[in-house]
């Protein structure tokens, strides 16, 4: 119960903290403070989801996109819950602007064509995990999110089979 009460107090706080953020666009990079609470809002967004307040979640990561806009991870983190949520169209456009900003960020490759496949776009859902599969993208996925991948590949074999096309290598 005490967990539950200060995650509570921090979720309460953190609006207030990242209102502190302030970024200077002639600074490329935010500062250690601003990583730090900008990964605080990620986690808790997380938390509040895991315990079915979705809306809260979305709401912590929309408060931090507000304040730290070009934050690729915000993005793909408000595409994962959207696409959780089966908010197909919304996660599509989450996760597409996390692309504009960080191209070969396989988290966010990963919930696009998750949204695209559910909205029926199968062959470009295909072309997306092809994408993901390969390269730059690849090795992100690897490298921050493994888990996902023998899900991609499975999604991948599947689109494959409904459309003729051959699976990718990386199968």
Not at 7 to 21: D, E, F, H, N, V
Not at 35 to 41: P, R
Not at 127 to 154: I, Y
Request: no cysteine.
């Amino acid at each position: 119960m005490h967990a539950m009460t200060q995650a509570k107090s921090q979720s309460a706080t953190l609006p207030a903290q990242l209102q502190a953020i302030h970024t200077d666009s002639s600074e490329p990079t935010i500062s250690v403070e601003a990583a730090l609470l900008l990964a605080q809002a990620r986690n808790m967004a997380f938390a509040e989801a895991a315990q079915g307040r979705l809306g809260e979640g979305l709401n912590l990561l929309q408060i931090a996109l507000e304040h730290e806009p070009m934050a690729h991870d915000l993005l793909s983190d408000m595409a994962a819950l959207l696409l959780s949520a089966g908010e197909l169209a919304h996660a599509q456009a989450a996760a597409e602007r996390a692309l504009a900003l960080q191209p070969n960020h396989g988290a966010s490759l990963y919930s696009l064509a998750f949204a695209l496949s559910g909205q029926g776009q199968v062959l470009r859902a295909r072309e997306v995990l092809q994408r993901l599969l390969t390269g730059e993208a690849l090795q992100n996925l690897q490298k921050e999110s493994p888990d996902l991948l023998p899900v991609a590949q499975t999604e991948m074999k599947r689109l494959s089979a409904l459309t003729g096309g051959a699976a990718t290598a990386a199968d």
